[in-house]
């Protein structure tokens, strides 16, 4: 599953390279500056990523909502991922890829990231649990902001996820930062 969830994570940079400005940064009817919305983002990039995705065995899903999910629900709740890797209809040991979850850095990242987490930690803990998590967040940070969310999502990392891989794009049409999230050393 390393190398398929390392495709992925390629998959993931080509497709957010591609999105443009308009899904980026959203302009609003009224407002003299564009801003930033999760869902927009998430629309272009699950878009993008399906026209990438040949090469990958997986069934891409966009907010899948878990309620009623007889395994997952019980244990998470009804969760609702912004995206999932996944052979859908299976929970075999090698049906679940990933989890991804999608953040503007405009956003309350302190709440959302946790939430966030919650979710991909849980989806990885459950029998024949999910491989990865990636983490995608779009938008301007600066130093302090970008350092302090890698340390809470470090802290916050499931021992039960293999992987997990924060994604920072700082402006639209970039390549992404891919950072591998490695278990905390007490």
């Known amino acids: 599953m390393n190398a398929t969830y390392n495709r992925l994570l390629e998959v993931i940079a080509s497709a957010m390279n591609a999105i443009e400005e308009q899904y980026y940064n959203f302009q609003v009817a009224g407002n003299d500056e564009p801003i930033e919305r999760e869902r927009v983002y998430c629309a272009e990039l699950y878009h ?14 966009t907010e899948p909502d878990k309620k009623n999910h007889p395994i997952i629900e019980q244990f998470c709740g009804a969760v609702d991922p ?15 890829l ?15 990231i946790k939430k966030d987490l ?10 024949n649990g999910y491989y ?24 916050h990392k499931s021992p039960d996820l293999a992987r997990l891989t924060l994604v ?3 402006e639209p049409e970039t390549l992404p930062e891919m950072i591998e999230i490695q278990p905390q050393i007490t």
């Open 48 to 61: 993008q990523m399906r026209m990438r995705f040949g090469p990958i065995e997986y069934d891409l899903n």
């Open 82 to 96: 912004d995206l999932v890797v996944h052979r859908g209809g299976d929970m075999g040991p090698e049906d679940n």
């Open 98 to 112: 990933a989890v991804i979850e999608v953040k503007a850095s405009g956003g309350d990242l302190i709440a959302g």
């Open 118 to 127: 919650r979710t991909i930690n849980c989806m990885a803990s459950i029998q």
């Open 132 to 155: 990865g998590g990636v983490i995608i967040v779009f938008g301007s940070l600066t130093a302090r902001k970008r350092e302090n969310l890698i340390k809470r999502i470090t802290r």
């Open 168 to 170: 920072l794009q700082l």
